[in-house]
């Protein structure tokens, strides 16, 4: 799910939509609005589960779509190589999320551990 926006409103550490992929804003800057337009905001974000970065420009008053992400914890059912099996703590709906073997590492069968979601997507959020 997503939701529309002005880019006025958005600031450093929230979401945006680049290239239908949800990102977080790593830095934000303005322009003055020149003689003849109007002012330029210089958006740079990291997508949130394939961490590839990304940088629009956009007129201040333009929409923007922002990603609606939730942050959940499920408890871990089963490890399958870097395939990681979970049930969500309040619809208890199973899910699979494929981890790097770093992350691994920290996840142990019957422990609850946190995880995002957006657009359909799911990744492990382990700090």
Do not use: W
Not at 7 to 27: A, F, H, N, Q, S
Not at 76 to 100: A, F, K
Request: charged content about 30%.
């Amino acid at each position: 799910m997503k939701e529309q926006t002005e880019v006025r409103t958005l600031k450093k550490g929230k979401y945006i939509m680049v290239d239908d992929e949800p990102c977080v804003i790593i830095g934000l800057s303005t322009s003055k609005p020149g003689k003849h337009g109007s002012a330029k905001a210089r958006i740079d974000a990291v997508g949130i589960f394939d961490n590839q970065k990304r940088s629009i420009v956009q007129p201040v008053t333009a929409k923007v779509y922002v990603p609606i992400v939730e942050r959940r914890s499920g408890q871990v059912l089963s490890v399958r190589g870097n395939i990681v099996q979970l049930m969500d703590m309040e619809d208890y709906s199973t899910i699979e999320i494929e981890t790097t073997d770093d992350m691994l590492e920290k996840i142990e069968v019957g422990k609850e551990i946190p995880y995002i979601t957006s657009m359909g997507k799911y990744k492990i959020e382990i700090r």
